[in-house]
C-alpha cells in the first residue's frame, strides 16, 4: 500500500511538473519583443517548410533527467536526398560528430540529433542503424551522423547513459511539423542557462518580400552561463545571478547548440557564414563563449533544386543560389531568432529537482516582469 502511494505521489508531482512547463509563456507570450523582424506562423525552427522535429523526454526516478532531440531537414530519404549544410564553432569545447565531413562535402545526409555528452556514440551508432535500414539504402556502406550535445551531467545521472536506440528512433519517427516543445524536454531535460533552468527553445524570422520573402528558423539546446541580458538590459545583474556571483562555477562551464534552417537558396559557403551570425545570439543574451562552452552551429538550407542526389548518371548538375551580396538580411534573421530561441528556452522551462537532490530554478517571471518594466522603453 505504501509503496503504491509512493509511486501515486511521483506520479502526480512528475504530472504538475509538466503541466507548470506547459502553461509558462514564451517570451513573445511575456510581452517582449526582441529585434525589428517578424516571426514566421509558430515562430520555430519548422515555419521552415519541410522541416520537422521530434522530441524524447526521459524523466524517471530522482537521477534520470535527460533526452534526445532529432531536426530532420526533410521527411523523405535524407541520404539519398542530402541538402546543403555547414558548421561554424565559436569554442570547441564539445562534441560534434559528423562536423569534418559536413565542412568537407557541404552536405548533410542524416537527421540532425541533439543529446548529452556521453550519450552522442549511442545516438551516431543508433541513427547509422536507422540510415542503413531506410528504404532505398539497401547498398549505404557509409554515413555521416550529424550528433551535438551538452552536458546535462549537474541534474542528470549522465554516467548511466539512459538515451538508447530506441529513443533515437522514437524522436525521429515521430517528428513533425508545427508548434515546437520547448522547455526542459528532448537534449533540453536536464540543462541549465544563466543560473536558471534552460533547455530546448526556438524561433524564427521571416524577411519581407522585398528582401526575398525567405525563412530563417533556429533550434538551440541552452546549457551556457554569462551576464543575462534582454534587448540589452542587464537581467541577470538585477536579479543577482550572473557569471562570477553565483555559487557552483563549474555551472558556468556548459554550452550552447543551435541548428539553423533556412529555405533561402544558399550554398555551404554562405550556411557558413548563416551559422556564424546565429552564434551571435550567444552574446547577445549575455553570454561569452566561456573556455569550457562548446558553442557549436550547424546550419542548413531546404531549398527546392538544392538537393543533392547520392547518386546519379550526370557529372554535373545545375543550380541556383542567392548572391553573396544578398545575404545580410539573412544574417540579421540568424541573430534574432538565435536571440529569442535562447531566451524561449529559458522562459518555458520551469524549476527542476534532479540527482542528489540538486535544484535548479525557474527562470522568475514575476521578478522579472518587474525587472523589465524598469528598462528603457524601445
Known amino acids: 500500500m505504501k509503496l503504491t502511494i509512493l509511486i501515486f505521489i511521483v506520479f502526480v508531482a512528475l504530472s504538475l511538473a509538466v503541466l507548470s512547463s506547459e502553461e509558462r509563456p514564451r517570451m513573445r507570450e511575456f510581452g517582449i519583443k526582441t529585434g525589428i523582424l517578424n516571426p514566421g506562423k509558430w515562430n520555430a525552427i519548422t515555419d521552415v517548410e519541410g522541416v520537422k522535429i ?24 535524407i541520404y539519398q536526398e542530402k541538402v546543403p549544410g555547414a558548421v561554424y564553432v565559436a569554442n570547441a569545447y564539445g562534441k560534434l560528430t559528423g562536423a ?25 551508432d543508433a541513427l547509422v542503424g536507422y540510415t542503413l ?9 557509409s554515413v555521416n551522423p550529424v550528433v551535438g550535445e551538452t552536458n546535462d551531467g549537474y541534474l542528470n545521472d549522465i554516467r548511466g547513459r539512459h538515451v538508447k536506440k530506441e529513443h533515437v528512433i522514437e524522436a525521429i519517427e515521430k517528428a513533425q511539423s508545427g508548434p515546437v516543445e520547448e522547455g526542459s524536454v528532448g537534449a533540453g531535460t536536464g540543462t541549465i542557462c544563466y543560473g536558471y533552468k534552460g533547455g530546448i527553445g526556438t524561433s524564427s524570422r521571416k524577411l519581407p518580400e522585398s528582401r526575398g520573402g525567405y525563412t530563417v528558423g533556429v533550434l538551440v539546446q541552452t546549457n551556457h552561463g554569462g551576464i543575462l541580458q534582454i534587448n540589452g538590459y542587464p537581467v541577470g545583474i538585477k536579479l543577482g545571478n550572473y557569471y562570477m556571483k553565483r555559487d557552483a562555477e563549474k555551472r558556468e562551464e556548459g554550452s550552447c547548440m543551435i541548428v539553423v534552417a533556412t529555405d533561402a537558396p544558399l550554398d555551404s559557403h554562405n550556411l557558413k ?3 556564424k551570425r546565429a552564434l551571435l545570439g550567444i552574446p547577445r543574451t549575455g553570454g561569452f ?3 569550457g562552452s562548446g558553442d557549436f552551429c550547424v546550419a542548413f538550407s531546404t531549398a527546392k533544386g538544392l538537393r543533392f542526389p547520392h547518386r546519379s548518371k550526370s557529372p554535373t548538375m545545375q543550380i541556383e543560389v542567392l548572391r553573396t551580396d544578398r545575404t545580410s538580411a539573412l544574417f540579421l534573421a540568424a541573430a534574432e531568432a538565435a536571440e529569442e530561441a535562447i531566451l524561449n528556452s529559458l522562459f518555458k522551462a520551469g524549476e527542476m529537482v534532479g540527482q542528489n537532490g540538486l535544484k535548479v530554478p525557474g527562470f522568475p517571471l514575476d521578478k522579472v516582469r518587474k525587472i523589465m518594466e524598469e528598462a528603457p522603453k524601445r
Not at 59 to 74: D, E, M, Q, S
Open 54 to 77: 521530434g522530441q524524447v523526454t526521459l524523466i524517471k526516478g530522482k537521477n534520470i533527467r535527460t533526452g534526445v532531440t532529432a531536426i530532420l531537414p526533410h521527411g523523405g530519404n
Open 100 to 124: 569534418l565531413q559536413v565542412g568537407e562535402l557541404g552536405t548533410i545526409e542524416t537527421p540532425i540529433l541533439l543529446t548529452n555528452t556521453l550519450n552522442v556514440p549511442s545516438c551516431a
Open 133 to 141: 535500414s531506410y528504404p532505398g539504402n539497401e547498398r549505404v556502406g
Open 289 to 291: 563563449y566561456s573556455t
Open 273 to 275: 557564414r548563416l551559422a
